[in-house]
């Protein structure tokens, strides 16, 4: 089956400018979960998805991130006027969510992001 | 505040060697533990799951959880020069909603 698809893979652009950034989880996967990973540091937990529910936003760096779910499939994450900081890689990730032991996660091959 | 730390290394060791990697966390209700792998310039990758004290093998990996010390580690016996990669150490609270908290990852370098 397919696995977690994010897209682009590589995306360039220009500070101040917004970006969107697509990740499909795998399918049946009702959690969905948002990662920052800047060159040689660890994984930044931006937002967590329940269904089209956002129960965790805590992880957003600032009100210029945005992120939103549809069907309960499909999620985008939005940077709007971006700056050279948020260059990273934007790591994507599903899980089965069960109602006892936590499901491990699943994640995507990434959006590396450049801000020139 | 809930944290996962791990030694950031590199842990080198020799071609056959066993590698062992360890991890403590912050959380006494944590019960959901992970590791995972990850190569340079790619995502992390599952390899093992822990959810009760002891010991859990999977082929040449062995995940060992002691939840009284707060503590989790990984084994790889017979390393390989492939096994080299940064490896993630993730744990959960379940706490009404499902979050995993990573460590930075420790780096792991085994030479031919």
């Known amino acids: 089956g397919a696995g977690v698809s994010q897209s682009p893979s590589n995306k360039v652009t220009e500070k101040g400018k917004d970006v969107e950034l697509r990740c499909d989880p795998i399918?049946?996967?009702?959690?969905l979960y948002w990662y920052r990973q800047s060159l040689g540091q660890g994984l930044e937990f931006l937002i967590y998805?329940?269904?089209?529910?956002?129960?965790?936003k805590s992880g957003l760096p600032s009100d210029r991130f945005s992120a939103e779910r549809t069907g309960g499939s499909v999620s985008t994450l939005t940077i709007q006027r971006t700056q050279q900081e948020d260059s990273a890689v934007y790591l994507c990730?599903?899980?089965?969510?069960?109602?006892?032991?936590?499901?491990?996660?699943?994640f995507g091959d990434g959006t590396r992001l450049s801000i020139l | 505040q809930k944290e996962v730390e791990q030694n950031s290394g590199p842990l080198s060791v020799p071609e056959g060697a066993i590698a062992s990697l360890n991890c403590t966390y912050s959380?006494?209700?944590?019960?959901?533990f992970f590791w995972y792998r990850q190569y340079s310039g790619k995502s992390p990758e599952l390899i093992m799951s822990?959810?009760?004290?002891g010991d859990k093998e999977d082929g040449r990996f062995t995940a060992q959880l002691n939840k009284a010390s707060q503590y989790v580690s990984l084994l790889i016996r017979d390393s390989q020069p492939s096994d080299s990669a940064t490896y993630l150490c993730?744990?959960?609270?379940?706490?009404?909603?499902?979050?995993?908290?990573f460590g930075k990852g420790t780096m792991l370098l085994v030479s031919p």
């Open positions: 990730a599903s899980s089965l969510a069960g109602p006892d032991l936590f499901q491990p996660q699943h």
């Open positions: 399918s049946g996967h009702t959690a």
């Open positions: 998805f329940q269904g089209n529910s956002a129960p965790d």
């Open positions: 959380d006494r209700g944590s019960q959901s």
């Open positions: 822990i959810y009760s004290n």
């Open positions: 993730a744990v959960n609270v379940n706490s009404g909603y499902s979050t995993l908290t």
